[in-house]
């Protein structure tokens, strides 16, 4: 008896043994993680891949990156992968998680993506706190949503009647606040730094190789400048007198904090409040203790608008970096009346870009720059 129970552990034993000599060699299995690491899947990912069943899906797939880090997951759930497999790429930690919250709530891949792009971890699960949102993906299929706003696009699009792309864009510029109000601090220079009526600079705030402009090129030797923006006013300068006969001028170029303190108070001191607040940017809020920015005196004229030099720049200021910043009948977007005189520096690219886009800075600011 011992003896037949002892050559039936053994028959058991060596079935069992066979069975695992059989998946470890299994030429099929074998085949298929090997197609599968060509493809740069992580083992981990093959194992779940197999595991379900998804190896055609997953070589019909062009997704590979997106579906390795998918598979490799822990929250990975087999019953969402209709899903998965055309989710774009994210950096976020927690992806797939997400993810699966958002499939819970309701959401399909396109809305998902738009989600997932749109913010980080903590506005994903803010936003996860409202009931489904159905109109989600028209608020955040644009490059420069932002799911953390999306709750103030939805609200200022109620208000003003606008159709969605203009309520995000005008919502990110700021408008919908009042000047000033909850202001960003810009803290490192830029060519291409934005700063209006909701972003601002602090008082020590001053620009990177800050110089002096030549006395021949300025109204004054006080004035100072970026050196970029400098040497590239002094081109335009050149070519301008070459065109028309007439230079331009520097009237004022770089002003500090304090600089900008006292314009602000000498406007509502002379001209009142509803002017000073046109014209004169608060301290910290102008765009000239940026350095990148000239109020321009024409040669010709002690008056700006209309001279040829005025229209010269506005047909050639582009060709040297320089774009018109405030231009007529665009106040509720910029914050200041038309400014005739006023030129910023944003470099030859960007310059001709919003040119041929006809933009404002701002606008273009945030379709564009604001990452």
């Known amino acids: ?165 203009t309520s995000v864009l005008y919502v990110n510029i700021g408008l919908n606040k009042n000047y000033y109000e909850d202001a960003n601090t810009i803290k490192d220079f830029s060519i291409t730094m934005l700063v209006n009526k909701y972003n601002g600079l602090d008082k020590d705030f001053i620009p990177d190789n800050l110089i002096s402009i030549d006395k021949e090129y300025a109204i004054d030797s006080k004035q100072k400048g970026n050196k970029e923006m400098i040497e590239n006013f002094i081109k335009m300068s050149n070519d301008c007198k070459q065109e028309t006969g007439f230079k331009i001028i520097v009237r004022s170029g770089y002003r500090d904090y304090k600089s900008q303190e006292d314009t602000y108070n000498l406007y509502l001191k002379t001209y ?45 200021a582009y060709k040297y970096g320089f774009i018109l910043r405030y231009p007529d009948d665009l106040t509720d977007i910029t914050g200041y009346k038309y400014e005739s005189w006023h030129y910023r520096y944003v470099g030859l690219e960007i310059a001709k870009d919003i040119k041929d886009k006809k933009m404002t800075y701002d606008e273009y600011y945030i379709r564009y720059l604001d990452k």
């Open 1 to 165: 008896m011992k003896r037949k129970l002892n050559k039936k552990n053994i028959i058991i034993i060596s079935i069992i043994i066979l069975i695992i000599v059989v998946e470890i060699i299994n030429p099929i299995k074998l085949y298929n993680k090997h197609v599968l690491k060509q493809l740069n899947y992580s083992n981990s990912s093959i194992e779940t891949i197999l595991k379900y069943g998804k190896k055609d899906e997953v070589l019909n797939s062009k997704n590979n990156q997106v579906l390795d880090k998918i598979f490799s997951s822990k929250d990975y759930i087999d019953s969402n992968f209709n899903i998965y497999k055309d989710l774009n790429n994210s950096n976020l930690t927690n992806f797939v998680s997400l993810t699966n919250k958002l499939i819970n709530k309701g959401y399909n891949t396109l809305e998902i993506n738009s989600i997932l792009k749109s913010g980080n971890e903590e506005d994903i699960n803010n936003f996860l706190e409202l009931d489904y949102q159905e109109e989600a993906k028209e608020y955040l299929k644009f490059d420069f949503s932002k799911l953390s706003k999306y709750q103030e696009y939805v609200d200022y699009k109620t208000k003003n009647n606008l159709d969605y792309e």
């Open 272 to 316: 009142g409040l509803k002017y000073a607040e046109s014209y004169a940017a608060h301290p910290g809020f102008s765009e000239h203790q940026t350095g990148l920015a000239v109020d321009i005196k024409a040669q010709s004229s002690n008056t700006f608008a209309g001279t040829k030099e005025s229209k010269w720049l506005l047909e050639n």
